[in-house]
């Protein structure tokens, strides 16, 4: 089987979406002119032909699928799309080194082989009470896993669920694209710091940006430090620290 294939808005469903219930498929969204494609393209394409490798790479250029990138919120690329079972299971935008690649790839579930479901995602993948999908929301963020913990807090309007958002949507992008500038560099060390989780290095990072740059992203930086602290929870050590210099 080709380990790395092109995709299309023609075979899409066959080959992402179909194929995906028997082995994990990450497709990378790319375009011939960006240059940090150049950049994670050639790792993705080592990783996936290492002989340990059970995912299927689908490269899709984002120039002439226009509605595909459209369908999946695509903003920014690269862009990498993990789909597992019919349903995206993880992602991330940027050129990331290769270790935080690689990562990415191990920590994908497997494919069940069961055939697609009929239903849309959003009811198969957040299902429980309101209170069973915050607390596991609050699970899946302490493991730094954002796009799953997302899912759960979709549609919830709960005070917690509110603010736990910003920092589950800023996990699961890991960072804003792989950009050069010291505040994008910054986004980049938060990101890293909190998937670990390095709690203290993480608010340090986002206290900075807001120290630095008040006029620039810090609505971001101060829901993602928000979403944190509720998370940690008003007791924590950290918020008692931290939260008087972020300010309510």
Not at 208 to 226: F, P, S, W
Request: glycine share 8%.
């Amino acid at each position: 089987m080709n380990k790395v294939i092109d995709v299309n808005a023609a075979d899409w469903q066959t080959a992402v979406i179909q194929q995906s219930h028997k082995t994990p498929i990450v497709v990378d969204f790319w375009a011939p002119w960006c240059g940090p494609c150049r950049m994670l393209g050639p790792i993705l394409e080592r990783l996936v032909n290492e002989p340990s490798s059970t995912f299927v790479l689908a490269k899709l250029n984002t120039d002439q699928n226009q509605q595909i990138a459209m369908q999946y919120s695509i903003q920014g690329i690269p862009a990498v799309k993990a789909f597992v079972n019919g349903r995206v299971v993880n992602e991330f935008v940027g050129a990331l080194p290769e270790s935080q690649v690689r990562s990415f790839i191990q920590q994908l579930p497997s494919a069940s082989g069961k055939p697609a479901s009929k239903k849309p995602v959003a009811q198969k993948a957040a299902t429980g009470t309101p209170a069973a999908r915050l607390q596991q929301a609050r699970t899946l963020l302490g493991q730094g896993k954002g796009c799953s913990a997302k899912i759960q807090l979709d549609g919830l309007t709960d005070a917690a669920a509110v603010k736990l958002m910003p920092l589950a949507a800023f996990l699961c992008a890991m960072g804003k694209g792989g950009g050069n500038d010291d505040l994008a560099i910054t986004y980049e060390q938060v990101a890293r710091a909190l998937n670990k989780p390095d709690y203290p290095t993480g608010l340090y990072k986002l206290l900075t940006i807001l120290n630095q740059d008040r006029g620039y992203r810090n609505g971001e930086a101060y829901k993602v430090a928000m979403g944190l602290f509720e998370l940690l929870g008003d007791g924590h050590e950290l918020v008692i620290a931290y939260k008087p210099l972020v300010g309510n």
